[in-house]
């Protein structure tokens, strides 16, 4: 009688854990790095997509660029990337859900830092693309297929969009 309560316990569990490691191992890929990053103390693993020598060295170099056009300075540099955002001077505010006045706010009250935010372009708005600063276009490998991805920069006090 206490083996078939002890199973109704842990069979469950036991495969829910097993689902999430069969679903983990099926659609993420992470690739573990074996030796650490370099300079780095007690990292034993870094997935391969944060790696900056990635496609041969465009996305390192696009990255750099990014930072470039966020400005110099000693100021702490955030990268932000979010669905939601708000370009006052473009009038511009995409919103899909709650996070829109959280979006709003990283905007209007962090000036005392310089923000690097990454936002998609929404296919029904309307983009001023020749007020906008074209960036080096680079190419991304999404489950063995390499797409284009357009850059584009607008600057807007301390913070650079990037699209």
């Not at 030796?35 to 990635?54: H, Q, V």
């Not at 996305?59 to 370009?87: M, P």
């Amino acid at each position: 009688m206490y083996r078939a309560y002890l199973s109704l316990i842990v069979l469950p569990v036991s495969m829910g854990i097993m689902a999430m490691f069969l679903y983990a191992g099926a659609f993420n890929k992470v690739k573990w790095n074996k030796f650490g990053t370099k300079g780095s103390r007690g990292a034993w693993f870094r997935m391969r997509t944060l790696d900056p020598d990635m496609d041969n060295g465009n996305c390192g170099a696009s990255a750099a660029a990014v930072v470039a056009a966020a400005g110099g300075g000693n100021r702490r540099k955030i990268l932000i990337a979010t669905l939601e955002y708000d370009i006052a001077d473009l009038q511009i505010k995409i919103k899909i859900g709650g996070l829109g006045v959280m979006a709003q706010l990283m905007g209007t009250n962090l000036k005392h830092q310089d923000l690097i935010w990454v936002v998609p372009m929404v296919g029904d708005v309307q983009y001023p693309l020749d007020i906008l600063k074209r960036g080096e276009p680079f190419e991304v490998e999404i489950n063995g297929s390499s797409y284009g991805v357009e850059v584009f920069y607008h600057i807007l006090e301390n913070i650079t969009y990037v699209r």
